[in-house]
Structures are given as C-alpha cells and as structure tokens.
C-alpha cells in the first residue's frame, strides 16, 4: 500500500472539508452522494481525511456553546435555536437518515469543522519543518534563499523553503528539502556527492542542480559532468549526465532522461520555474516555496495535467492562475494567504 505523502492529505483535507459543507447543503442528492463515496473510495489519504475532518465535526456538533447569554437571543430571533441532531458519522461514512436529519444550521458546525480540518493539515505541514530545522545546517523559509560558502571553495546555492547539511572536510552535502544549485571546486583528489535520499551525485568539479520531489530526485547540469546514482533498486541505476543533460530517478529505480540550455538548470536563481512536461501538482509545489500563505490543489486528477512553460517567481499567484486556466482550470485567492487551485 502506497503511504500517502503531506501533499496528498493537504489535498485530501482540502476536498473533505469541501465535501462536508456540500453533504451538509444538499443531503438528499443521490448523485451528490454517488460522487463523494466514489472519492471516498479513490484512495487511503481520502478516507482518512474525511475520518478525520468527521471526528472534528462530530465534536464541535457536540460541544456545549460558550457565551449564550450574549448571542442565544439573537439566534432565536431567527429560528435557528433548534437543537442540532446526531450527525451519525461512523467508520468514515455518514448514514442518509443522518444526512436527512441535519438541521441548516449545522452549515456553520460544518464550515468550523473544515476549518478546524484544515487546521489540523497545517500541523502536518509545519512539524516536519520543525523537525529539518533541529537537524539541517542550514534552513531558508518561504521565498528566502541563500549561498553558503564552503570550506573547500565550493558554493551551495540554497532555494526557498528548502534545508541542507553539509560537511566541506569531506566534500559532502546532503540535501534534506527542497532545492539547491551546487558550484564545485575541482579537487581531482577528492570528489564531491550530494545525498537526495537514496540518490546520489558524484562530481569533481562542476556546476549542477539538484532537486527534490514527492516521486524522487531531478539532476541537472549547466557546467561539466556528474553520475547520478541510485544504488538501494534492483537493477541499480546509474546515469552520466554532461551540460545540458538532466535525469529524473524515482525513488521506486524509475529513469526518465532528457536534455535542455544548460542555463536552464539553477533557473529558479533568475526567478523562474522552467517546465518540460511536468505534472502540475509539481509545478505547484515549487510555487509553494514562494508563496507566502497555503495553496491548496483541490483535484488530484487535474494535477496530473501536463505543464510546459516559464512561468516568473516573483509573483507566485499569477503563475498559479496561468498554469490553471492554460489547462481549463482555475487559481482563486481566498485570501492573500489561501490560493485554491481547481478544475472549473
């Protein structure tokens, strides 16, 4: 069974969340009912979204109200003082009398619930920034990048949002998060790795970038040559990359190769994101580096969408919005710190 990764329970949360305020505003649409148990049953990080986002509903339903002496009256006066009914959520799965039996007002105890859901997804996405920032060396948060100097001469150009250790005696860097642009020292004597995972790049001296992702390891060379090898698959895989050349390596052994301007590698120091026929729950991931608030990509098949294109950092929400409605989608901000990237 394949664990699901933060970004598919941002992207579960986020969908659960949605479902629970559209169970909550048409309960007796069948379709409406038809579409959510077949998300429910597309996938683990689905059903434990909405397990989760089912408990905290079920909690606030049940929660006595504080302060009724200031809002009661005015809750009266609208007729919305009627007692909440059970909400009948079990195993993940709501019954259709407990969907019949929700009173509107329990709109707000779901909207609450979403919120609170997604809440708890911010938990799974802080910590294990917590966690990096104990272990790395160095550590850059939403749009801040910088360039350590090592001790054999060598520079690490550290991307947004992304954490690294590094040992210049040995000549190794291990990059934990995120990206970095590698400008290596020649020392015939002495060669220079960086551990992504369980992908390693093996140089002398040269000019690459190196970036990880939910899938695996991207590798790419402006400046002379690396090997890039995965030794822990069977068949292990190796690849010699030159300028120009970069390879992707699964985590799973899998290689796709390809070849670009060298100056494309390192793009994101010119403030941009080059995409060759990338996912574009990819591209969005990289756009997360720079934004400063939470994007959420609603739909895990739009996601898979192919994206080509050059699209500019500095301003992250355009980018967003570009790369949704080139596919026929849509990029909403909710506020400046939430920007909901959906299929229309």
């Not at 009912?33 to 606030?60: C, G, K, Q, V």
């Not at 899998?254 to 010119?270: F, H, L, N």
């Amino acid at each position: 069974m394949t664990t699901p990764t933060p970004n598919d329970k941002e992207r579960a949360t986020a969908e659960a969340a949605r479902w629970l305020v559209s169970l909550e505003e048409e309960p007796g649409d069948r379709e409406l009912r038809a579409r959510f148990e077949a998300w429910l049953a597309a996938s683990p990080a689905n059903a434990d979204a909405w397990a989760n986002t089912s408990d905290i509903y079920d909690m606030m339903a049940k929660t006595s109200p504080v302060h009724t002496d200031h809002w009661a009256p005015y809750v009266a006066a609208r007729g919305d003082d009627q007692p909440a009914a059970a909400t009948g959520v079990s195993h993940g799965q709501p019954s259709d009398r407990a969907l019949r039996r929700r009173k509107p007002t329990r709109r707000r105890i779901a909207l609450g619930a979403a919120a609170a859901a997604l809440a708890a997804c911010l938990i799974i996405t802080v910590m294990p920034s917590v966690l990096l920032r104990l272990d790395a060396d160095y550590v850059t948060s939403t749009a801040e990048s910088r360039s350590i100097q090592m001790g054999d001469g060598s520079t690490v150009h550290l991307a947004p949002d992304s954490a690294i250790t590094l040992d210049g005696d040995a000549r190794r860097a291990r990059l934990m998060k995120g990206e970095a642009f590698f400008e290596v020292a020649p020392d015939a004597d002495h060669l220079f790795t960086v551990a992504a995972r369980e992908v390693q790049t093996t140089v002398l001296g040269t000019a690459f970038n190196v970036r990880l992702e939910d899938r695996g390891a991207v590798v790419a060379v402006r400046e002379g040559r690396v090997r890039v090898d995965h030794a822990t698959v069977q068949p292990p895989a190796s690849e010699g990359l030159k300028a120009g050349d970069w390879v992707r390596i699964g985590w799973t052994g899998s290689v796709q190769r390809g070849t670009a301007p060298p100056d494309e590698a390192g793009g994101w120091m010119q403030g941009q994101i080059v995409a060759r026929d990338r996912p574009l729950a990819e591209v969005i991931d990289d756009l997360r580096r720079y934004h400063t608030g939470i994007i959420f990509l609603t739909d895990s098949d739009f996601g898979e969408q192919r994206v080509s294109g050059v699209y500019n950092l500095a301003d992250p929400v355009a980018a967003a919005q570009a790369i949704a409605e080139a596919h026929g989608g849509a990029a909403r901000e909710i506020s400046p710190w939430v920007l909901v990237v959906s299929a229309r």
